[in-house]
């Protein structure tokens, strides 16, 4: 059941993904990291005293309205996302369009609820970004199998935003322990056509006629299940046991550097990752 509270989160994305702010309104925000105390002073009095009533004084919601302090869902928004939020209102809902602001209320009630979200810790997390790049692009093969900001392998999840959303122990139990709390991890599986040609992948989507695997490199194949001698599953789950593959440190820095990868909200641009592999 969709709660009023929850459906006009699902509008509040809905609305920033479709709203196209001019890149001169974005002029001035600040991340968490380089936002000054007096920013963040800022910030939060604009939320005690234009957001409070519906969103809470701490802005983790109330009947009327959604957390917007610490949930996935506004960490999924970028800021220039939730600035025209802030300028445009939500059309249909509670959500009123704040003219009135100044742009540096605004910068400041950004950089504020970002706080919330606990990004200043995140930003103080032990590790170093760029040996963790090392490790992700190297050592671990993690880009054999998955992409960051369109480097990498095609055959595992795209893990651009994966930290976004995540909290930094959310990140490392993914790599230590991918298999926590999921039903069934990915297996490469071999299919052996009838004609003795194999091809070897993961099984996309499969139903009693066909089946598609798409191959390491990208590469999707349509198999028909007429043409098909057998298909074998691995034994091994595609994500290798990392558990005791790194030292404290290289597990620190590969965490850093999936945070780090996540990006400033506030500007991210896959163009402004196009030296990962550098």
């Not at 032990?126 to 990498?152: L, M, W």
Request: net charge negative; glycine share 10%.
């Amino acid at each position: 059941m969709i709660t009023n509270r929850k459906l006009v989160g699902l509008l509040l994305i809905a609305f920033a993904l479709a709203v196209k702010v001019p890149p001169t309104a974005s002029q001035g925000l600040k991340d968490e990291a380089k936002a000054s105390a007096s920013d963040l002073e800022r910030g939060r009095q604009v939320l005690a005293t234009n957001c409070a009533a519906c969103h809470g004084l701490d802005g983790k919601g109330s009947e009327r309205a959604p957390n917007i302090a610490d949930s996935p869902d506004m960490r999924r928004l970028s800021d220039v996302q939730l600035l025209a939020i802030i300028g445009n209102g939500i059309p249909g809902t509670g959500m009123p369009a704040f003219h009135s602001l100044e742009p540096s209320q605004m910068h400041g009630l950004i950089a504020y609820l970002r706080s919330l979200e606990g990004a200043e810790d995140r930003a103080r997390l032990p590790g170093n970004a760029e040996s963790g790049k090392a490790i992700f692009f190297g050592k671990a093969g993690c880009s054999q199998c998955h992409t960051i900001a369109g480097h990498g392998g095609f055959i595992a999840s795209d893990l651009t935003e994966f930290a976004r959303t995540h909290s930094a122990e959310e990140v490392r139990s993914a790599i230590i322990d991918p298999g926590a709390g999921k039903k069934r991890q990915i297996a490469l599986a071999t299919a052996t056509l009838r004609n003795g040609d194999k091809y070897v992948g993961v099984v996309r989507n499969e139903d009693n006629f066909s089946l598609q695997l798409q191959s390491l490199d990208g590469t999707f194949r349509f198999i028909s299940k007429s043409d098909l001698e057998k298909l074998e599953y691995d034994a091994k789950p595609l994500m290798p046991d990392f558990a005791s593959a790194f030292s404290g440190n290289e597990l620190n820095d590969l965490v850093k550097f999936l945070i780090t990868a996540s990006g400033d909200k506030s500007t991210q641009h896959s163009d402004e990752m196009d030296n990962l592999e550098d």
